[in-house]
C-alpha cells in the first residue's frame, strides 16, 4: 500500500509524524520512571519533565522549515531538562536535533556544533578527573559524547554524501545536456552535408535539363536530329539525376548494421575523382567543350577527399555550362601529399560568376575547409577560376 503523498520523503507531514513517534517513544520513557538522571534535584515533580519532551519533540518537527529555531528550541530545553535532574528521553529526542541541524543546517551550523560539542566532551571529561581525582573521571565526558558529538558527526557524514551525491547528479545533468547539445549539433550538421550532397548531384542534371530544353523550345526550326539529340541530353540527364537520387534515398532508408552508421559515402556507392570521364563526357554531350588535363599517377584517395574531388568538378562543370561561354579546361593533378582540381572557363554575358543563391560556391568551399584544404574561386584575366587543394597525407 502507498504511503500517502503527504507522507513522502522531505515533506513536513514526515516531520510531524517523526516529532509525534518522538513525544510517543518519550511518553512511554516517561512511563518507566527514567528521570531524573541526576539526584541533585530530587524534589522536583516528575510531570515537569514533560515539558522540555514536548518542548524538543516540537524542535523536531520544525527541523526543515526552521532549522536553527529547532535547534534552539531544542537547547534550551535540554538544559532546562538537566537542571531539573534530565530526563533520559528528552536527552534522546535531542540528538534528533542535533543530527537534524547538521544535515539541513548551513555549513556554519554544524562546524559551530562540532566544536561546541568537542569543548563540552573536553571540559567533562577534565571536570570529571579533577572531582574523582583519577582516570576514572574520564567517564563523565563519555555522555557528552555519545549525546552529542556522535549525533553531530553522524549529521555531517550524511551531509557530505548528500551534498556529494547532489554534485554528481548536477554533473550527470550537465553532462547529459552536452551530449543532447552535441547530438542536436550533429544532426544540424547532417542536415547540411545532405543539402549539400543533394545540391551537387541535381543541379548538374537538372541545369543540363533545363538548357536543352530551353533551347529546343527557343529555337525556331531545329531539324528532327537537333531535336532528338536535345532529347537525348535530356533524358540521360533525367536518368542519371533519378539513378544518384534513388541511391542517396536508398541509404537513407536502410537499416545500419550494428556498429556501423549509414554513410552516403558508403564505398560501394560513392562518387569517386577516378570516375570524373563520366562528369566530363555528360557535359560535353550538354554542349560544353572540356579540355582535360591529368598530371601525375592516378591513386587510390581517402574517401572524403575523394567524394570532394567529385563533387567540386561537378558543380564546377555545372557552373561552367550555366554561366560560362561554352567551354572549360580541367585539370586535375595528384600531388606527394594530396590532389589539386582547377577549373577554368571563360566568362559568359553574365560575367562568368553565378548569379544564383551561391549555394555551390558555399558548398565547395565548405568541403575543402571540412579537409583543411585550400579553395579559391572568383575571375581572373577574363575567366573564372575555381581551385581546390586537398591534402592527402604523407607522400606515398
Known amino acids: 500500500m502507498r504511503a500517502p503523498t503527504w507522507l513522502g520523503p522531505g515533506t513536513a507531514g514526515r516531520d510531524l509524524l517523526l516529532a509525534a513517534a518522538s513525544l510517543a517513544g518519550g511518553g512511554v520513557m516517561y512511563g518507566l520512571g527514567t528521570q531524573p538522571q541526576l539526584s541533585w ?6 510531570p515537569l519533565f514533560l515539558l522540555p519532551l514536548l518542548v524538543t519533540c516540537v524542535a523536531v518537527g520544525l527541523r526543515r522549515v526552521a532549522t536553527r529555531t529547532s535547534l534552539t528550541l531544542g537547547t534550551v530545553a535540554v538544559v532546562a531538562d538537566l537542571a531539573m535532574g534530565g530526563s533520559l528521553a528528552t536527552v534522546l529526542v535531542y540528538t534528533q536535533v542535533l543530527y537534524d541541524a547538521c544535515v539541513f543546517g548551513s555549513a556554519r551550523t ?6 561546541v560539542m568537542v569543548g563540552l566532551s573536553v571540559l567533562a571529561t577534565a571536570v570529571g578527573v579533577l572531582v574523582v581525582g583519577d582516570w576514572r573521571g574520564v567517564g563523565f565526558g563519555a555522555p557528552v559524547v555519545l549525546a552529542g558529538v556522535l549525533p553531530v558527526l553522524t549529521g555531517i557524514s550524511v551531509r557530505q554524501y548528500r551534498d556529494q551525491a547532489a554534485a554528481e547528479r548536477a554533473r550527470a545533468e ?28 541535381i543541379a548538374n542534371h537538372l541545369s543540363a535539363v533545363a538548357i536543352h530544353a530551353t ?3 527557343s529555337v525556331p526550326g531545329l531539324d528532327p536530329a537537333q531535336v532528338r539529340s536535345a532529347l537525348r541530353v535530356i533524358r540521360e540527364n533525367s536518368v542519371q ?15 545500419a548494421e550494428p556498429g556501423r552508421a549509414v554513410d552516403a559515402t558508403d564505398e560501394s556507392t560513392r562518387a569517386r575523382l577516378s570516375e570524373v570521364d563520366g ?33 567540386i568538378v561537378q558543380e564546377s562543370l555545372t557552373n561552367a555550362l ?15 601529399t594530396g590532389v589539386v582540381v582547377d577549373v577554368d572557363n571563360p566568362v559568359g554575358a553574365a560575367g562568368g560568376a553565378p548569379t544564383g543563391a551561391g549555394a555551390g560556391l558555399i558548398g565547395m568551399r565548405e568541403r575543402a575547409v571540412l ?3 585550400r579553395f579559391s574561386a572568383g575571375p581572373a584575366r577574363g575567366r573564372w577560376r575555381v581551385r581546390v587543394e586537398l591534402p592527402t597525407g604523407a607522400a606515398q
Open 41 to 46: 534535584q530530587p524534589t522536583v515533580p516528575e
Open 110 to 115: 554544524w562546524r559551530w556544533l562540532l566544536r
Open 174 to 201: 550537465q553532462t547529459a545536456r552536452l551530449v543532447e547539445l552535441d547530438r542536436r549539433q550533429a544532426v544540424s550538421a547532417e542536415r547540411a552535408r545532405m543539402a549539400r550532397e543533394l545540391h551537387d548531384v
Open 215 to 217: 533551347a529546343a523550345l
Open 241 to 255: 539525376g533519378l539513378a544518384e537520387m534513388r541511391q542517396m534515398i536508398g541509404l537513407l532508408r536502410e537499416p
Open 279 to 311: 562528369l566530363v563526357d555528360r557535359a560535353r554531350a550538354a554542349g560544353l567543350a572540356v579540355r582535360v588535363t591529368r598530371r601525375g599517377e592516378p591513386r587510390p584517395l581517402p574517401v572524403g577527399v575523394d567524394l570532394a574531388a567529385y563533387r
Open 322 to 336: 550555366k554561366h560560362g561561354a561554352g567551354e572549360a579546361d580541367l585539370l586535375v593533378a595528384y600531388e606527394p
Open 371 to 373: 579537409l583543411d584544404g
